[in-house]
């Protein structure tokens, strides 16, 4: 429940103040950590790695966008692997081959797709959905 409230906030938080969003995906973690992997621990670890490469960390953010996608597999959450894979994608596009992490953007828009993000489930989904129809 807590951490179903902490992902709530992420998204705004991302917009409002960014230090806040910092302490959200650190608290994220710190649950995971302390109280075991959630739904929602794969994004907290794949967000995380986000942060990082902002510090030009890229290997760091690398490792932790693979651990979350590998978690979210594990967990077998379309949800989790909806968020992760889509967040793993915009990093590593950011840093890596941008063939390769294309198909983890792509994976991440159809598992958002496949539990309904347009319902507001997924920020990730409503952003992208913006960008394709200003594109349009």
Known sequence: RTMNLLDQCLAPA???DQNKMTIIV???LNYSIEFGNSRFSPYAYCYYGFLLSFRGQFEQAYD????????ADKLDDS???GRSY???GVIGIS???ITDYTNY???GYQYCIEIGCKERKCPE??????KESATA
């Open 95 to 97: 840093f890596k081959s």
């Open 125 to 130: 989904f409503i952003s992208l959905s913006r």
């Open 86 to 88: 889509y967040l793993c």
């Open 64 to 71: 932790l966008n693979k651990l979350g996608v590998k978690l």
């Open 14 to 16: 991302y917009y409002v």
């Open 79 to 81: 949800y989790a692997k």
């Open 26 to 28: 650190l608290k994220m």
């Open 105 to 107: 953007f792509y994976k």
